[in-house]
């Protein structure tokens, strides 16, 4: 009987520390449960902190389609900054650019022409702004020739026997100097064709064809 009794005791003292054993092990797991201890709002905003995605500003310009500053995702690289500024152009220099570099804040990312572009662009620059220059050029000379043509026509004949040295420097190359030798030369004798004014020094063959078309004898 009393063995019967023993045991009894001892079989409810094992069920009795299962029990107890049971309840610890269930606080503990409900302990090391995350963010079970945080208060509620504490929890909502760790959660809203883990959604948002962090963001990097770089600029890109040169060669390419939308040039402007961009708000991209921190590990993004360098093509893929590219890609959101619209791609290259035609023009563009892809092979001066580390496409898979990481783009950080506040980078600028600057695409390049390619040289025989560049050159293209200035050569044709360079014949433009000649071709101005030479129409300019032509058009002053045209306008200066045309201008000794209307002097030339407008010009009346001179009296070279009469003319005073002021009116003799109207012939066209006929400064002060060569005019006061004309009027010291008829002094000497007067001219009877427009031959004597080879009689002048300093009026050759050249000079007089020049001047025969507006001399007069008187």
């Given amino acids: 009987m009393q063995a019967k009794v023993k045991k009894l005791i001892f079989i409810a003292i094992l069920?009795?520390?299962c029990i107890i054993t049971s309840l610890i092990s269930t606080n503990d797991k409900e302990k090391t449960l995350p963010g079970s201890s945080l208060p509620q709002s504490a929890q909502g905003a760790v959660a809203s902190k883990a959604a948002q995605v962090k963001t990097v500003r770089v600029q890109v310009s040169g060669a390419v389609l939308e040039p402007g500053?961009?708000?991209l995702p921190t590990?993004?690289?360098?093509e893929e900054a590219i890609a959101a500024a619209g791609g290259l152009t035609e023009n563009a220099d892809s092979e001066r650019v580390n496409l898979v570099r990481k783009v950080r804040d506040g980078m600028q990312i600057r695409v390049p022409v390619q040289k025989a572009a560049?050159?293209?662009s200035?050569?044709?620059k360079?014949?433009?702004a000649k071709s101005g220059l030479g129409e300019s050029t032509s058009g002053k000379s045209g306008s200066a020739k045309a201008?000794?043509?209307r002097n030339s026509s407008m010009m009346q004949s001179v009296r070279i026997n009469s003319a005073s040295a002021g009116e003799l420097q109207q012939l066209p190359g006929i400064g002060p100097a060569l005019a006061q030798r004309i009027v010291e030369t008829r002094n000497s004798g007067r001219f009877t064709s427009a031959d004597d004014l080879l009689r002048v020094p300093g009026i050759g063959k050249a000079k007089l064809a020049k001047l025969r078309d507006y001399?007069?004898?008187d």
């Avoid at 590990?75 to 360098?78: A, E, H, K, W």
Wanted: proline residues 0%; charged residues 20%; hydrophobic residues 25%.
């Fill in 126 to 128: 360079n014949a433009q």
């Fill in 15 to 17: 069920l009795t520390g």
């Fill in 147 to 149: 201008g000794s043509g």
């Fill in 118 to 120: 560049r050159t293209s």
């Fill in 122 to 124: 200035t050569q044709r």
């Fill in 69 to 71: 500053i961009y708000d």
């Fill in 215 to 217: 001399v007069e004898v």
């Fill in 75 to 78: 590990n993004c690289r360098v």
